[in-house]
C-alpha cells in the first residue's frame, strides 16, 4: 500500500527527492523530544514553492497526512512523524531572496537556518533579533510555525514582531501570500498572524519576509547569584527600572550543576540556590557605571549574595554559556519538559505554589527550573530517577503536568509558552483555551486544511 503510493507520487512529481531509508526515516520523524518512535511514510525534499504545493495537492487526493518539517529541534513533538505520514523537509530551501534597504526587511525560503538569517541580516549591517540556543539548527519556518521566543524577547518580541510577510501553502495546496511586507494594513483579518504558531496544521510556511533592525549597542553580561526565589522579582524589577535590557534570563543550582558536569566553568563560588544572566546596553562609561551601582544596590538590599561582570567576548560567551547549555547538558538523560507561562506580576506565587506541591507530592523528583524570567517563560525539566522504569516515569510526569494545567488555569497562564503543544501538550490544550475558542480553532483549520492532512494530531488529539 505505502509502495504504491510512493510509486504514485514518483510517477506524478519525477522530479522530487524522496527518501526510504530507514536511517532517513528515523531521523526526518524525530524531533529532540526523542519520545515517539519515527514512522514516515517517506521524506519528500521539495525545492521549490510549486514542488511544494504539487505534494500537498497529491496528499490531499491520497488523504496522506503531512507533518511539515524543519530543524526539529522542537521540544513539544511538533515535528515527529510516527504514523506513516509524508514529512515534507524544507531543507532543500534555504535560498536568500531578498533584501530590501529602504524597507529593512529580508526575504527568505522557509527552510533557512536561523543562524544562517542571522549572517545574512549582518551583512546588511542589520539584526534579525531573535535569538535561542538551538540557532544553528532550528529553521525559520518552524520558528513561525511555533511562534518562538527565546532569549531577547524581553527586549524584542517573539517571532510574530518580526514578520512582514509570508507565503503559504494551504492545505488543499494553494499559494497564500499573506501581508506581502506592508507596514500598515487594515484591510481585514490577518492571517499572516494567524498561521504564525499554528504549527503547521492552517498551512506549510514557505516563504518568509522578516523584518531586521538595527544592532543594539555594546552591552555587558553579568552572572548573579541570588540567595532566594523571592529576590529574583526583585532584582528583575530593579535592574529593568534602571538598565536597558537586552536578556534576562534565571536558572537553579541544580540546572547549574548539569552544565558544569557537562565542561562548562564555574563562575561564581560557593552554593547559591538561584542565578541569573543578564545582559544590559554599555554603549558609555554612564552606562556601565549604572549598572554597577544597581548592582551594588541589589547587593546592599541581600537580594544578590555574588555576581560577575564578563570582562571579555570570551568571559561574556561563558556566562551566556552556563545558560544556554542547559537543553543539551540534560538531553542524555531525556527530561520531561513543560514550557509554561504566566503574568510576569504572576511569576512568584506560582513557583511558590508550584515547587511546594511539587516538594510535597514527588519529594524524589529531580525538578529543574529555569528560563525567561522577564517574559513570565519558565522551563521546567523533570529527570527520570535510575530506579523508576520510563512508563512509570512518563505516567508521573504527566500527572505533574495536570498539577501544573490546574494550578496554571487559577493564574491564568498558559501550557506552552513558546514551544507549541504538538503531541506532548495536546492533552492540555483545554486547561489554556477555552471551550468556545477551541471550537473556533477547530472551525479555523478546516477551512485551512479541509481535509485534516497538515499535521494531524499536533495541536488537537482527535482530529
Ligand atoms: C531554552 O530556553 C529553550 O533554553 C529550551 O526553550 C528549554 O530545554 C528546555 O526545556
Ligand atoms: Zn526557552
Not at 375 to 397: K, M, T, W, Y
Request: hydrophobic fraction near 45%; charged fraction near 20%.
Amino acid at each position: 500500500m505505502s509502495h504504491d503510493r510512493l510509486a504514485d507520487l514518483s510517477r506524478r512529481l519525477p522530479e522530487l527527492r524522496l527518501l526510504t531509508a530507514p536511517a532517513d526515516l528515523e531521523h526526518y520523524g524525530r524531533d529532540w523530544t526523542r519520545r515517539w518512535t519515527p514512522a514516515p511514510l517517506a521524506i519528500a525534499l521539495p525545492v521549490s514553492v510549486e514542488e511544494v504545493q504539487a505534494i500537498v495537492r497529491w496528499a490531499n487526493e491520497q488523504a496522506v497526512a503531512i507533518v511539515p518539517s524543519g530543524g526539529r529541534t522542537g521540544l513539544s513533538g511538533g515535528a515527529v512523524a510516527a504514523n506513516g505520514e509524508l514529512v515534507l523537509s524544507l531543507e532543500r530551501m534555504q535560498r536568500v531572496l531578498g533584501f530590501d534597504a529602504v524597507d529593512r526587511t529580508l526575504t527568505v525560503q522557509a527552510g533557512m537556518i536561523l543562524q544562517h538569517v542571522h549572517d545574512a541580516a549582518r551583512q546588511h549591517g542589520l539584526i534579525y533579533p531573535v535569538d535561542f540556543a538551538a540557532r544553528g539548527s532550528c529553521s525559520i519556518g518552524g520558528n513561525i510555525a511555533t511562534n518562538a521566543g527565546g532569549i531577547r524577547v524581553i527586549r524584542y518580541g517573539n517571532t510574530r514582531e518580526w514578520i512582514a510577510g509570508l507565503k503559504v501553502v494551504a492545505g488543499n495546496g494553494e499559494l497564500l501570500e499573506l501581508n506581502r511586507g506592508l507596514v500598515k494594513n487594515s484591510s481585514g483579518y490577518d492571517f499572516r498572524q494567524l498561521l504564525v504558531g499554528s504549527e503547521g496544521t492552517l498551512g506549510i510556511v514557505v516563504e518568509a519576509t522578516l523584518k531586521l533592525t538595527d544592532p543594539p549597542p555594546p552591552s555587558q553580561v553579568m552572572l548573579l547569584a541570588l540567595p532566594d526565589m523571592d529576590a529574583l522579582m526583585q532584582v528583575f524589577a530593579l535592574f529593568r527600572a534602571r538598565l536597558e535590557l537586552q536578556a534576562f534570563e534565571f536558572f537553579t543550582d541544580h540546572a547549574l550543576r548539569h552544565v558544569l558536569a557537562h565542561g562548562a566553568q564555574r563562575a561564581i563560588d560557593g552554593d547559591h540556590p538561584y542565578y541569573v544572566v543578564t545582559e544590559f546596553d554599555a554603549a558609555d562609561e554612564r552606562q556601565q557605571e549604572a549598572a554597577l551601582a544597581v548592582f551594588e544596590q541589589a547587593l546592599e538590599q541581600g537580594w544578590v549574595s555574588d555576581g560577575v561582570i564578563a570582562q571579555s567576548e570570551a568571559q561574556a560567551a561563558a556566562l551566556w554559556r552556563l545558560r544556554e547549555g542547559i537543553t543539551e547538558s540534560l538531553a542524555p538523560r531525556r527530561p520531561y519538559k513543560n514550557d509554561i507561562a504566566v503574568r510576569v506580576g504572576a511569576v512568584p506565587a506560582f513557583l511558590h505554589e508550584m515547587q511546594a506541591l511539587l516538594a510535597r507530592k514527588y519529594p524524589r523528583a529531580e525538578v529543574i527550573w529555569f528560563g525567561h524570567i522577564g517574559d513570565g517563560n519558565l522551563h521546567i525539566n523533570v529527570l527520570r530517577p535510575d530506579d523508576l522504569a520510563e512508563a512509570a516515569f512518563i505516567e508521573q510526569c504527566e500527572h505533574v503536568t495536570h498539577l501544573l494545567a490546574d494550578t496554571l488555569q487559577r493564574h491564568g497562564g498558559s501550557i506552552s509558552a513558546e514551544h507549541g503543544i504538538g503531541l506532548v501538550k495536546r492533552a492540555y490544550l483545554d486547561s489554556t483555551r477555552d471551550a468556545a475558542e477551541i471550537a473556533l480553532m477547530r472551525g479555523v483549520r478546516k477551512v485551512f486544511d479541509p481535509r485534516g492532512i497538515l499535521n494531524p494530531g499536533k495541536l488537537f488529539a482527535d482530529d
